[in-house]
């Protein structure tokens, strides 16, 4: 049985050529955590999760799987 990814963090990096070291620095968080919100290992909080949407233009809900 895999694990499903709990968000869509690294999908939406990847479809707009943007790199983890990007949404580090305007984020102002270290590379290895935002690493680890990209694998699913560790959630963001709710406030960085809207600031990540903020940072991509996208909606909220899209940062999430169903």
Do not use: H, Y
Request: hydrophobic share 45%; glycine share 2%; with cysteine.
């Amino acid at each position: 049985m895999s694990e499903k990814s709990i968000n869509r963090i690294k999908v939406l990096l990847v479809e707009r050529k943007l790199t983890i070291i990007w949404l580090a620095e305007l984020l102002g968080k270290n590379e290895a955590t935002v690493s680890r919100w990209c694998t699913s290992d560790v959630q963001p909080t709710m406030n960085t999760f809207v600031k990540i949407a903020e940072k991509l233009n996208v909606k909220l809900t899209s940062l999430f799987n169903e």
